[in-house]
Nanobody
Framework: QVQLVESGGGLVQAGGSLRLSCAASGRTFSRYAMGWFRQAPGKEREFVAVISWSGGSTYYADSVKGRFTISRDDAKNMVYLQMNSLKPEETAVYYC???????????????WGQGTQVTVSS
């Protein structure tokens, strides 16, 4: 079993930056792909970024390419999402998720954190 806890959300002005963290526990954490998703009220959960368990592969939603960076530190059981040049439309609850597969489909992820709120003001 994998447990995930996100942190680092908050209020930021448009154009600003935030760094989200996801603390993971579980003896097989290093063998899970880790993804970041976001969900705004009334909208479906949206893929943001994913990193393979080896750290060798990363994929990003087109909307965040060049602005967001996903990384992982297996020695610390941590996954990060650095978000730059944030836009108001990116206001959402941000979730980290884990699965043995490398996938961008939210419904395929086995484990989820509780989410952290990111609010981007105009």
């Amino acid at each position: 079993q994998v447990q995930l806890v996100e942190s680092g959300g908050g209020l930021v002005q448009a154009g600003g930056s935030l760094r989200l963290s996801c603390a993971a526990s579980g003896r097989t954490f290093s063998r899970y792909a880790m993804g970041w998703f976001r969900q705004a009220p009334g909208k479906e959960r949206e893929f943001v970024a994913v990193i393979s368990w080896s750290g060798g592969s990363t994929y990003y939603a087109d909307s965040v390419k060049g602005r967001f960076t996903i990384s992982r530190d297996d020695a610390k059981n941590m996954v990060y999402l650095q978000m730059n040049s944030l836009k108001p439309e990116e206001t959402a609850v941000y979730y980290c998720a884990a699965d043995r597969r490398l996938t961008v489909v939210a419904g395929q992820y086995e484990y989820w954190g509780q989410g952290t709120q990111v609010t981007v003001s105009s």
